[in-house]
């Protein structure tokens, strides 16, 4: 049976996808740009948590659901602290913290519009930038545009 824990400050999920130590203010534009609004997935939300190592953080918890790699890329270039735990049967059976690749493709459009990935068969492709501890910077890698949002 499950027992309380006091890293899991909300109520428990059977199968799915915890987000842990998202970086404040993140979770929300993070459920947002992964377009986590069907009703077939509830959603657990926990904003300004306390955190031994951050401060404070964000959590999500996502019942019944899988993320894809490029999902991860998303919330990896939004929140770089972020830890994943795979949930079954209410226990943790998969702890990964994300990781950046020094190139990441197809996550967002480039936002010049004059860029060829927007008017040609190109995928657009960023390439870090900087790399801080709660946020990270993107440019293209064609048009070498830094990126500012990256949209669903
Ligand atoms: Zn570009």
């Given at each position: 049976?499950?027992t309380?824990?006091?890293?899991?400050?909300?109520?428990?999920?059977?199968?799915?996808?915890?987000i842990?130590?998202?970086?404040?203010?993140?979770?929300?534009?993070?459920?947002?740009?992964?377009?986590?609004?069907?009703?077939?997935?509830?959603?657990?939300?926990?904003?300004n948590?306390?955190?031994?190592?951050?401060?404070?953080?964000?959590?999500?918890?996502?019942?019944?659901h899988?993320?894809?790699?490029?999902?991860?890329?998303?919330?990896?270039?939004?929140?770089?602290?972020?830890?994943?735990?795979?949930?079954?049967?209410f226990?943790?059976?998969?702890?990964?913290?994300?990781?950046?690749?020094?190139?990441?493709?197809?996550?967002?459009?480039?936002?010049?519009?004059?860029?060829?990935?927007?008017?040609?068969?190109?995928?657009?492709?960023?390439?870090?930038n900087?790399?801080?501890?709660?946020?990270?910077?993107?440019r293209?890698?064609?048009?070498?545009?830094?990126?500012?949002?990256?949209?669903?």
């Amino acid at each position: 049976m499950f027992t309380e824990n006091k890293t899991l400050p909300i109520s428990a999920i059977g199968q799915g996808v915890v987000i842990d130590h998202i970086t404040v203010g993140q979770a929300l534009t993070i459920i947002k740009l992964l377009k986590l609004s069907s009703p077939d997935h509830p959603i657990m939300l926990g904003l300004n948590l306390p955190s031994v190592s951050m401060g404070a953080k964000d959590l999500i918890k996502l019942e019944e659901h899988t993320l894809s790699d490029k999902e991860y890329d998303k919330i990896a270039v939004l929140s770089p602290n972020a830890t994943i735990n795979i949930i079954d049967d209410f226990k943790i059976i998969e702890k990964m913290k994300l990781e950046l690749p020094d190139k990441i493709a197809d996550i967002t459009p480039c936002s010049n519009s004059r860029c060829v990935t927007n008017y040609e068969k190109v995928k657009s492709l960023f390439v870090i930038n900087k790399r801080g501890p709660l946020a990270i910077q993107l440019r293209c890698y064609y048009c070498r545009k830094q990126l500012t949002q990256i949209s669903p």
